[in-house]
């Protein structure tokens, strides 16, 4: 009976009839929908199988470079991909050295193109002289400073990270959160 039908119509298309083109169109529009939602059905519920070779779509995108130094056991520059994690970049370096201060660095952190990370030695990067270094200290050894409480200590690693390290120690007045009263209380304890 479809056959027929749609036999007659054709004939009908044709022979110039308009509305007889307009409900072919509107039947092969509607199998190609059918065909089209019956394909995507039967491609999502397939089993995905995952080849050993990476197929351009498996291609991480990588979205920078960081530069890791400090008490890895190879320190250098590293590619990185969004929304990767320091404690991936610390994998790709071969991870710590023995004489690592785990605690100086946030493993669980998003890392951003451009940046250095220094991973302190155990021994913290303050050296005979007592001071605290601030392009070398973690933020464990700026939370020792008076007034400095972790918060702070973790902003001055973050702007250091961020505008590559300090030019010199006035740049702390830069720090989110250093004011001229804390800042002539740390300047005399603090070298770059």
Same mark, same amino acid.
Do not use: C
């Given at each position: 009976? /479809? ?18 083109? @307009?409900? !072919? !169109?509107?039947?092969?529009?509607? !199998?190609?929908? %059918?065909? /089209?939602? !019956? ?21 991480? $995108? ?5 530069? *890791?130094? =400090? ?11 969004? =929304?990767?994690? *320091?404690?991936? $970049? ?6 710590? %050295? ?14 951003? &193109? ?10 913290? /990067?303050? $050296? ?14 700026? &939370? ?6 972790? %918060? ?5 690693? &973050?702007? @250091?990270?961020?505008?590559? =390290? ?10 989110? =959160? ?15």
């Amino acid at each position: 009976m /479809a056959v027929e039908w749609l036999k007659n119509h054709w004939v009908q298309a044709s022979a110039g009839d308009k509305s007889a083109r @307009r409900k !072919l !169109l509107i039947i092969a529009v509607g !199998l190609v929908v %059918t065909i /089209a939602l !019956l394909v995507s059905g039967q491609t999502s519920s397939m089993p995905i199988k995952i080849s050993k070779h990476k197929s351009s779509a498996q291609v991480e $995108v990588k979205s920078g470079f960081v530069h *890791l130094t =400090g008490a890895v056991k190879s320190p250098g520059v590293y590619p990185i991909s969004i =929304g990767m994690r *320091l404690f991936e $970049v610390i994998a790709l370096a071969g991870g710590f %050295t023995a004489k690592a201060d785990r605690e100086s660095v946030n493993l669980a952190r998003t890392v951003t &193109d451009g940046e250095q990370i220094i991973v302190s030695g155990s021994g913290g /990067a303050s $050296v005979s002289d007592g001071l605290i270094h601030l392009n070398k200290s973690a933020a464990s050894e700026f &939370d020792k400073l008076p007034g400095i409480g972790p %918060t702070l200590a973790a902003r001055i690693v &973050d702007w @250091r990270q961020a505008n590559g =390290g300090f030019k010199s120690v006035d740049d702390l007045r830069r720090v989110s =959160g250093i004011g001229d009263k804390l800042f002539a209380g740390i300047k005399a304890l603090v070298t770059l």
